[in-house]
Nanobody, 122 residues
Framework: QVQLVESGGGLVQAGGSLRLSCAAS????????MGWFRQAPGKEREFVAG????????YYARSVEGRFTISRDDAKSTVFLQMNSLKPEDTAVYYC???????????????WGQGTQVTVSS
């Protein structure tokens, strides 16, 4: 079992920045590809960013590329999502997810956090 706990969400004005953190505990962090997803009211959960465990390769949704940066600190079993130039359409609950060996852009991951709310005001 892997437990994931997100933090860092909040209310920010358009153009501002937030940094989300996801702390993992339980089984070893190594081997797990990590993803960030988000879900706005009335919408499906969508892929935001992902990072591989083997070489730290990153992937982004087109809507956030150039504004968001995903990173991981394996020594601290933590993954981060730096969000800059935030827009009102970024408002959603953001979820951290872990998947063994395979990084997917679809939400079929092994483990999920409880989510953290990000609200961007115009």
């Amino acid at each position: 079992q892997v437990q994931l706990v997100e933090s860092g969400g909040g209310l920010v004005q358009a153009g501002g920045s937030l940094r989300l953190s996801c702390a993992a505990s339980g089984r070893t962090f190594s081997g797990y590809n990590m993803g960030w997803f988000r879900q706005a009211p009335g919408k499906e959960r969508e892929f935001v960013a992902g990072i591989t465990w083997s070489d730290g390769k990153t992937y982004y949704a087109r809507s956030v590329e150039g504004r968001f940066t995903i990173s991981r600190d394996d020594a601290k079993s933590t993954v981060f999502l730096q969000m800059n130039s935030l827009k009102p359409e970024d408002t959603a609950v953001y979820y951290c997810a872990a998947n063994w060996l395979v990084l997917r852009t679809t939400p079929n991951y092994d483990y999920w956090g409880q989510g953290t709310q990000v609200t961007v005001s115009s």
